[in-house]
């Protein structure tokens, strides 16, 4: 039966009862150690005779009840209040050492339940499969067959269930690193964790909906600046997004294209040329060329001594008193700044990918279109790109995310070096060239805002889930008629 | 058999998190208990007189770090006969204290310094010990100011260690005269008669205060202690920011951040600048001789000359209350600020004491920076805004060096700038 | 007529050669043009890093003087600021156990994924790909204080495991390389009796070399080059005890600058050269790697 369900695609198996209804079933025909099992694991797997398993699954129950007993429960019990006991501390002169008494942190209050959350769904969960890996065992006996061996469950391990091992790790890695900390995130959105409520010296705790309100401008007349703000950060990062995929994708292609053509002498170095600038790391890159670009600057010595800077102040293009190009001081020139520099960093990267993926194009194809007389122009238009869209499609709409979380170019230009003129903005702190992202990071770091930079964080995680499961529907529909 | 996946990897995933929360257990456990179950139990058996191990953790300014190793182990050589103290010294300039800080007031050093603006906002976080040894000691021995700069409602909560941390005017004295240096127009005139330019930050809330409260407006914090009060949008406060647009339109005049003030120094595009000490040593090397610091100019507003103010900036040690050993903490912060070590600090850094003593003697008084300071401090104003003053005047100083009002008047500019600077803190 | 036809069409061949002559004069005109572009930032760090002058230099783009010190310095003369031999070695370090954790967690999930077929495939693919949604600035916060939980922030286990911890969602590129390898092979390794981690292990690996270097590449050159997170879990201000980026990144801070932004070039460069070797041996099976990836989505 193992076999056979592991053979079977996942969807046709929809005659087999699901999780619930086994479990169920266990639980009705189980022998007193399958259902004992489900609050001592051990005692089903010792019934039934796999005392390696028994020891093990005990020790796991275990340290998952300790956890909860020790840490989880006492700080679920207080995760409806966030806390209620604020710290003191009173110096004792005699010992030299603060006193402090046994006060609530409301973060260590959120995070450990947050925790003990994920562990008694797990524990339930575990114990469910339990019951029902027990009640096969049972089944395996009355049917007068041996069970499994310790030794021959652990080659299961490592054939049919091989999955179960590669994914384990990995996967509390994420549940440790990525999952946990979002969960906490979600929960911070609705609270007041700000500076005025940071622990562990002060409490925070549940407000609901206020900051989602804040931010949508209901209310006080600063939530009138956050929302708008907001509303331009938004349009900026979208069209940054837009600007910054779209530019390095065709940028590489056509810097593919122009470097692998025949008629290009020494492809290889061209190549590595634009290469070198991948492996110098981005963060120095960025750093440099922020310096590079800054206002009094080595390009604006340059730019004044050729005279360029005088042609743009009588272009009208900086202002009338301007001795220098504000590159990454204004906010038209350093968005703009910020594409170009951003095709920079990114078109050498791309080119990589191009040019593997302009090699795999099926060389019957453009033979073909050759010999009917399709110029560079008609197979670029009718052959490569939409080969290159179709392979590349799904790898465009995650890099529109990427670049909606590209917070390294962005800060590392920016950062200590552009200050906005947008009043209303100034108010809440965001500059015209920030990225939802990096404002949420600067509301962190400078102004310890943790409720909104959450509120900032899940309306990110909004847009992009929209962006990607319309795009992935758009090309999921093209991709069923194209073949 | 696919129930024994889910199983397996329930299972894996209770074990992991079990795992991580007897960690978490523990030190919180530890957090909670620690302190008061020690001290306890201390205060029963052991007087103060023997400290047990010790160690600390001291930070400091990136430049300072080789003068407060020896510090420290003048400090531990001192007190060997009380304890086992060990001192790790890590790097953390005192304008980013806060910022390092606030991020995690419990893995923060034991003793850091830090620039006095910051004050308030670490109080309020709870990150400031207040000064409960030898208190009187300290508030007797430093200058009244900066006493005042590291009180709170009356309680001490850091210890003086500079009273150099303000800004003043500095120029190469073969361009300008003295009587040119004392008002803004005099000094334009000057550079650009030699070609040069004259350097300020502009676009930054803490030079453009000294505008606005020259002519005599005010920005402060508010009772609560958090938020701003700001009255830059009353008169003259629109006649001001048409001054600023005035004087940065002037061709000899450049709003260059800090990095770029230097490297004009050092190519000698330069040939006058308001800053601070950090950057005055570099001027210093370079104009040699005629390097001259007095205080701030005069600016013409409304036709009339108007003396700029400043923010008076002092320099303070401050001690974690999470710190493991507060009591020692205190003895090391009071120790590297006392008037041996601010001479020292004078000595090896040249930087401004705020110890009575070392800052009346012949050889402080007689250093031009510090002169400057002092002339200028007649008309400085303690630094205690917050924290929604910078932005919005940060960017009201951009607009106005970049001369594109964006249509609105002087008036409606202020207006803007004190809306948000006013703004109630993380609303 | 015929003599007035040869001529006009040796004319007209010599007019298409020169004409293919300027083209391609013009061709690489253009190419030569792109790479100065792309290689005067590179060319400024290089040069930068020679200056005798310490600072930034804003007047001339080559430094006035050229000097080897700011590379001496970095690598002999450690001083409080700028400890690059530690830094270069705590990097090291972690970049070796990011590396082979890190690969081993991609392969393993990649694997999983597009090899094996079980219930909660596609349920766990989805969830991965949502939880790459998140801003992932937004959970740094959050993973310091679990971090800190766990007593593990200023230890480099801690930032090896902030790391290496959520690698396993960044295998889609190495799912869709082993997706093209042939089922058939499995499927007849199978048949001589070898189990799914001898298929794993002795069969789809070694047919995955350039997937192999691209992700050990990448895993590898992650703790040079990020310094947020760094940053935030190294948090001791010890700088003996940071990484190569956080050293760097504070050499510009304001008060540092002007003394130390010819030796951050120095760093940068020292960093680059190990990574460029690396990248330009590896390029071909790098692209390799990606491209085929790619393909498949």
Known sequence: MAELAYAAPLRTDGKEPNFLQKFGHAVAHGDIFTKLSFFIWGLGYIGHGQLIKAVLVTLVQGLGLYYLGVAGIPNLMKFGTLGTVQMEMVFNPATLKNEVNDYDNSFAILLLSVIAIVVILALLASAMAVVTSNYQLQRIRQAGRKTNTFGQDIRVYLNEKFYVTLLTLPVLGVVIFTIVPLFILIAVAFTNYDQQHMPPNALFTWVGLTNFFTLFGGGQSLSLTFGYAFGKVLIWTLVWAFFATFTTFFGGVFLAMFINDKRTKLPKLWRTLFIITIAVPQFVTLLLVRNFFSDNGIFNTMMANLGVTGLLRDAGLIGANMEYIPFLTNASWAQVMIILINIWVGVPYQMLIATGVLMNIPGDMLEAARIDGANPVQMFFAIKLPYLLSVQGPALVTDFVKNINNFNVIYLLTQDVYVTTDQAMAASSAKEVDLLVTWLFRLTQEQYNYKMAAVIGIMVFIICAVFTVVCFRFINKKEATFS | ?427 | MTQVMTASTQKQLRQGRIRRGVRSILRHLVLTVLAVIWLVPIVWLVATSFSGYRGINITTFFPASYTLDNYTNVLFHPDSVAQFPRWFANTFVVACFNCVISTCFVLMVAYAFSCCRFKSRRLLQNLSVTVNLFPGVLAMIAVYFVLRYLNLTNSYAGLIMVYAGSSGLGYLICKGFFDTVPASLREAAKLDGASEARIFLQVVIPMSRPILVYTIINSFMMPWTDFVMAKMILNSGISSDWTVAIGLYNMLSRTLVNNYFALFCAGGVLVSIPISVLFVIMQKFYVEGITSGADKG
């Open chain 2, 1 to 427: 058999m696919k129930k024994q996946l889910s199983l397996a990897m329930a299972a894996a995933m209770a074990l992991s998190l079990a795992a991580c929360g007897g960690g978490q257990s523990e030190s919180t456990a530890q957090t909670t208990s620690t302190d008061t179950a020690a001290s306890t139990s201390e205060a029963t058996s052991e007087a103060a007189a023997d400290w047990g191990d010790v160690t600390l953790t001291m930070w400091g300014a990136e430049e300072d770090q080789t003068m407060l190793r020896e510090m420290a182990d003048a400090f531990i050589e001192e007190n060997k006969d009380k304890g086992n103290i060990t001192i790790n010294i890590g790097a953390c300039s005192e304008a980013d204290a806060k910022d390092n800080i606030l991020t995690d007031p419990t893995a923060a050093a034991d003793v850091f310094a830090f620039a006095d603006d910051q004050l308030n906002e670490l109080v309020a976080a709870g990150a400031l010990q207040e000064v409960s040894l030898n208190a009187d000691d300290v508030k007797s021995r430093n200058l009244e100011g900066s006493v005042e700069a590291a009180s709170m409602d009356g309680k001490l909560y850091a210890y003086p260690m500079t009273a150099d941390n303000g800004y003043f005017l500095y120029y190469d004295s073969s361009v300008i005269s003295p009587e040119d240096a004392q008002t803004v127009d005099g000094i334009l005139a000057a550079a650009a008669a030699a070609g040069r330019t004259f350097d300020m930050t502009v676009n930054d809330g803490w030079y453009i205060y000294s505008f606005f409260a020259g002519a005599g407006l005010q920005a402060t914090l508010a009772d609560d202690g958090v938020n701003t009060v700001c009255n830059w949008n009353e008169e003259p406060g629109a006649d001001v920011a048409q001054a600023i647009m005035d004087i940065a339109s002037n061709s000899a005049f450049v709003s260059a951040p800090d990095a770029d003030i230097v490297s004009g120094i050092q190519n000698g595009t330069v040939c006058a600048a308001v800053s601070g000490t950090w950057n005055a040593n570099v001027a210093q090397e370079k104009w040699g001789d005629n390097y001259a610091a007095t205080k701030l100019p005069t600016y013409t507003l409304n036709g009339e000359q108007v003396q700029m103010s400043s923010f008076a900036g002092y320099k303070l040690v401050g001690v974690n209350p999470h710190s493991a050993n507060v009591g020692v903490a205190m003895m090391l912060a009071d120790y590297i600020t006392n008037e041996a070590n601010q001479q020292k600090r004078f000595e090896v850094r040249n930087l401004g004491p705020s110890n009575i003593n070392v800052n009346a003697s012949e050889e402080v008084q007689s250093a031009p920076a510090i002169a400057a300071l002092a002339a200028q401090s007649d008309y400085a104003d303690l630094q205690r805004v917050g924290a929604n003053y910078w932005d919005p005047a940060a960017s009201l100083g951009q607009i106005l060096v970049s001369g594109d009002t964006q249509g609105k008047t002087t008036q409606q500019l202020v207006d803007d700038a004190v809306a948000g600077i006013t703004a109630p803190v993380a609303q």
